[in-house]
């Protein structure tokens, strides 16, 4: 899916259940068009964590890249910025969301409290080799911690018109 041809070198979340706080390594794993309530767009990314705990758990990423407020927009594209900077990509240019899937980068997650409810909050994104990262153990046997899965929605076609 391309992400549009917006020129972001002026451009200064939630999980299967909450991470703890802390930083993890995860590979990018799905990225998908969805719709909020309100009627605006956003890219869905689903992040596998790679380590140093929670291994194989999923959680989630919300960028409004399509939403009505411009400063929804800027956020996100900033969010998108950062991201693609720590996967290794040229941060100045949306590219295509098949350009995120397989990578990997580091996450700086945080929780945060709403109506009583507790969310999963991205703060940073980083390349997998940053400093300040807590390596996995070596000698820690690799666990695949069983998902819960979302019900799976029909993918556009290749070859399909897209609005974007």
Same mark, same amino acid.
């Given at each position: 899916?391309?992400?549009?041809?917006?020129?972001?070198?002026?451009?200064?979340?939630?999980? *299967?259940? @909450?991470?703890?706080?802390?930083?993890?390594? @995860?590979?990018?794993?799905?990225?998908?068009?969805?719709?909020?309530?309100?009627?605006?767009?956003?890219?869905?990314?689903?992040?596998?964590?790679?380590?140093?705990? !929670?291994?194989?758990?999923?959680?989630?990423?919300?960028?409004?890249?399509?939403?009505?407020?411009?400063?929804?927009?800027? @956020?996100?594209?900033?969010?998108?910025? *950062?991201?693609?900077?720590?996967?290794?990509?040229?941060?100045?240019?949306?590219?295509?969301?098949?350009?995120?899937?397989?990578?990997?980068?580091?996450?700086?997650?945080?929780?945060?409290?709403?109506?009583?409810?507790?969310?999963?909050?991205?703060?940073?994104?980083?390349?997998?080799?940053?400093?300040?990262?807590?390596?996995?153990?070596?000698?820690?046997? @690799?666990?695949?911690?069983?998902? !819960?899965?979302?019900?799976?929605?029909?993918?556009?076609?290749?070859?399909?018109?897209?609005?974007?």
């Amino acid at each position: 899916m391309h992400l549009g041809n917006r020129d972001m070198s002026h451009d200064s979340e939630f999980g *299967s259940s @909450v991470l703890a706080p802390g930083t993890y390594d @995860v590979t990018i794993t799905h990225a998908e068009l969805k719709q909020w309530p309100s009627g605006d767009r956003y890219l869905s990314l689903w992040y596998k964590v790679d380590g140093p705990q !929670a291994i194989g758990q999923i959680c989630f990423d919300s960028l409004s890249l399509w939403d009505s407020k411009p400063e929804f927009q800027n @956020v996100a594209y900033s969010r998108l910025k *950062s991201i693609r900077s720590a996967i290794g990509l040229n941060p100045n240019i949306p590219g295509d969301t098949d350009d995120l899937l397989g990578r990997r980068m580091k996450i700086k997650v945080a929780v945060r409290e709403k109506n009583g409810n507790q969310y999963q909050a991205i703060n940073k994104y980083m390349p997998i080799g940053a400093a300040g990262a807590q390596p996995a153990p070596a000698s820690a046997p @690799v666990q695949q911690a069983p998902v !819960a899965q979302p019900a799976p929605q029909a993918q556009p076609q290749p070859g399909s018109a897209m609005p974007w």
